[in-house]
């Protein structure tokens, strides 16, 4: 009798235990959809602020969630199945937006649009690279 209960305490901790650390590690974090905006701006002046002070931009914009609008210039999907859309800047590069998992564009090509644009900024390797990006216009 008492081991049924120890192996039943020993189980309940571990379903416990496991919840636990699937939830502080492995899951998600919030969508786009649910996080704060801290910085709107376009593509053009997005891209001109990392490309004349890369080290000024990262402080400005770098990890932080933008709302960025601009012409979408192309849509494009990733070997992995991702899409993204690369915003026009008039420069040299683009500011490419990695989209979210649950986007669909559902046969929509996007090219030529002007759009508004929520995401992460990762930084700058050639082109602007926002991350988790969702169309908000």
């Known amino acids: 009798m008492k081991k049924k209960i120890i192996i039943g305490v020993a189980l309940f901790l571990a379903v416990v235990i496991g919840y636990t650390l699937y939830q502080q590690f492995l899951s998600t974090g919030p969508t786009m959809a649910k996080r704060d905006t801290e910085v709107k701006t376009n593509a053009q002046e997005l891209f001109e602020a990392f ?3 890369e080290s000024a931009a990262n402080k400005q914009y770098l990890n932080k969630v933008l709302e960025v609008q601009g012409q979408v210039l192309s849509m494009k999907s990733s070997d992995t199945g991702k899409y993204y859309l690369e915003l026009e800047t008039m420069g040299f590069g683009v500011v490419k937006c990695t989209m979210e998992e649950s986007f669909d564009p ?3 090509d996007w090219s030529g649009e002007i ?3 929520k995401g992460e900024c ?4 050639l082109d602007v690279q926002i991350g988790e990006a969702i169309i908000i216009e």
């Not at 990762?122 to 390797?125: E, H, K, P, V």
Request: hydrophobic share 30%; glycine share 16%; proline share 0%.
């Open 106 to 108: 559902n046969g929509k």
């Open 51 to 53: 490309e004349s002070d």
């Open 122 to 125: 990762l930084g700058y390797l």
């Open 115 to 117: 759009i508004k644009v």
